[in-house]
């Protein structure tokens, strides 16, 4: 995890954000940081990294999943791996896992960045622990004709007009729609 966590620490470091908001969460994650690689870990249970996409099409329509066990509307992404190199491929990775699409297009500079609570870590019948997910939005875009395919960790995948998104939207969601849509022009 150490490349990874010096990539995220490179990243934030140097990120103009997209929004004050977005500035206050990229200070509080590098100060999250400053507790070493295990930040980018469900090991580091006060909070850790997380980095998710948000996928738009050529139509400038947003690719949602329904979470399976949140039930709210929301981006694709989730928790870095051992393997993952960067934030931004940790997003990538995850959200062709999640969508099921192939080739998409990567910006690798974030689009925002979310701080909020969770439940996680439940493992072999344990239960979910509260966290905290600092997590680091990208943009991807979707290849021309490209067709999505449901994973398990989700209970629909739908695309949606930024002017008709879905209810429930987890909070959060929302806020990284025009900063991706900004980068279309």
């Known amino acids: 995890m150490s490349a990874l966590y010096e990539d995220?620490?490179?990243?934030?470091?140097?990120?103009?954000?997209?929004?004050?908001?977005?500035?206050?969460?990229?200070?509080?994650?590098?100060?999250?940081?400053?507790?070493?690689?295990?930040?980018?870990?469900?090991?580091?249970?006060?909070?850790?990294?997380?980095?998710?996409?948000?996928?738009?099409?050529?139509?400038?329509?947003?690719?949602?999943?329904?979470?399976?066990?949140?039930?709210?509307?929301?981006?694709?992404?989730?928790?870095?791996?051992?393997?993952?190199?960067?934030?931004?491929?940790?997003?990538?990775?995850?959200?062709?896992?999640?969508?099921?699409?192939?080739?998409?297009?990567?910006?690798p500079a974030p689009i925002d960045i979310d701080i909020h609570e969770v439940r996680c870590g439940a493992r072999d019948g344990a239960p979910a622990e509260p966290s905290v997910h600092y997590d680091v939005r990208f943009l991807l875009r979707a290849p021309a004709g490209s067709v999505e395919r449901i994973s398990a960790e989700s209970s629909d995948l739908r695309w949606f007009s930024p002017e008709a998104l879905p209810a429930p939207l987890a909070s959060g969601t929302i806020q990284q729609i025009a900063p991706a849509l900004a980068r279309f022009r």
């Open 8 to 107: 995220a620490v490179d990243v934030l470091s140097t990120w103009v954000a997209t929004s004050e908001e977005a500035e206050g969460a990229r200070k509080r994650t590098l100060d999250l940081l400053a507790d070493g690689p295990v930040a980018m870990t469900r090991a580091h249970r006060v909070g850790h990294v997380t980095a998710s996409a948000l996928i738009v099409g050529d139509d400038r329509r947003v690719l949602l999943c329904l979470h399976g066990r949140l039930g709210l509307w929301m981006q694709l992404g989730g928790h870095c791996e051992e393997a993952d190199a960067t934030l931004a491929r940790a997003a990538l990775r995850e959200a062709t896992e999640e969508s099921g699409i192939s080739g998409l297009l990567l910006d």
